[in-house]
T-cell receptor, first 113, second 109 residues
Framework: EAQVTQNPRYLITVTGKKLTVTCSQNMNHEYMSWYRQDPGLGLRQIYYSMNVEVTDKGDVPEGYKVSRKEKRNFPLILESPSPNQTSLYFC????????????FGPGTRLTVT | GQQLNQSPQSMFIQEGEDVSMNCTSSSIFNTWLWYKQDPGEGPVLLIALYKAGELTSNGRLTAQFGITRKDSFLNISASIPSDVGIYFCAGSNDYKLSFGAGTTVTVRA
C-alpha cells in the first residue's frame, strides 16, 4: 500500500531535550516536506526537499533541522524543543510526475512542556 | 508565505444540502488544490486544478480555478454525514504549498 508513515504518532517531551520525528514514504517520491498545523492557522511549511541531499526552508523553519540522505526518508529534528513548538506535525511527499499533489502522513502530535 | 483567505471558517450542514466554500489570495497561483482532513488523520487530496477557469468534479465535489488565478471554490452537493471534517484550500506555484486556515464542516443537530 502506498503511504507516508510517521513515528512517533504522539510525543510528550520537556524543553531542551533533542528529538527526531521520522518520516518515510514508499512511493519513490522525489519531493518531501514537513508542515505544522496550529488552530486557526492551517498548515505552515517548515522545510522541504526536492531530492536527496537537497533541502530548503519553508515559511517557519526556526528551531527545526532536516536531512535527506535517502530518497524515502526525511526526518525532522528539534535540537532544543521549546513549548511554542507544541503542535501537530505532518510529513508529505509528491512525485514530479504527479505535479503538486502532495500525500500526507497521519501526523505526529508533539507536546513540549 | 502567501496568505490565503478561506471562508467560511465553519459551517453547519444538514444532510442533503449543497454547500460551498471559497478561497482567495492576493497572489496568483498556477495550481489550486482542495484537501479534506478527518479527525486524527492527515489531509487527503480531493481535487487538483491546473488551469485558470478549469471546472473539475470528483463525485459530489466540484471545484473551480478562478479566471484571475487568485481564487477557487469548492462545492459539495447533496451532503451526507461523512462530509464532516476540515476542508483546506492550497495554492502553489512550485512544489511549495500555501494553505488556507480551513473550513470546519459540522452536521447540524
Amino acid at each position: 500500500e502506498a503511504q507516508v508513515t510517521q513515528n512517533p504518532r504522539y510525543l510528550i517531551t520537556v524543553t531542551g531535550k533533542k528529538l527526531t520525528v521520522t518520516c518515510s514514504q514508499n512511493m519513490n517520491h522525489e519531493y518531501m516536506s514537513w508542515y505544522r498545523q496550529d488552530p486557526g492557522l492551517g498548515l505552515r511549511q517548515i522545510y522541504y526537499s526536492m531530492n536527496v541531499e537537497v533541502t530548503d526552508k519553508g515559511d517557519v523553519p526556526e528551531g527545526y533541522k532536516v536531512s535527506r540522505k535517502e530518497k524515502r526518508n526525511f526526518p525532522l529534528i528539534l535540537e532544543s524543543p521549546s513549548p511554542n513548538q507544541t503542535s501537530l506535525y505532518f510529513c508529505a511527499s509528491s512525485s514530479y510526475a504527479t505535479g503538486y499533489e502532495q500525500y500526507f502522513g497521519p501526523g505526529t502530535r508533539l507536546t513540549v512542556t | 508565505g502567501q496568505q490565503l483567505n478561506q471562508s467560511p471558517q465553519s459551517m453547519f450542514i444538514q444532510e442533503g444540502e449543497d454547500v460551498s466554500m471559497n478561497c482567495t489570495s492576493s497572489s496568483i497561483f498556477n495550481t489550486w488544490l482542495w484537501y479534506k482532513q478527518d479527525p486524527g488523520e492527515g489531509p487527503v487530496l480531493l481535487i487538483a486544478l491546473y488551469k485558470a477557469g478549469e471546472l473539475t468534479s470528483n463525485g459530489r465535489l466540484t471545484a473551480q480555478f478562478g479566471i484571475t488565478r487568485k481564487d477557487s471554490f469548492l462545492n459539495i452537493s447533496a451532503s451526507i454525514p461523512s462530509d464532516v471534517g476540515i476542508y483546506f484550500c492550497a495554492g502553489s506555484n512550485d512544489y511549495k504549498l500555501s494553505f488556507g486556515a480551513g473550513t470546519t464542516v459540522t452536521v447540524r443537530a
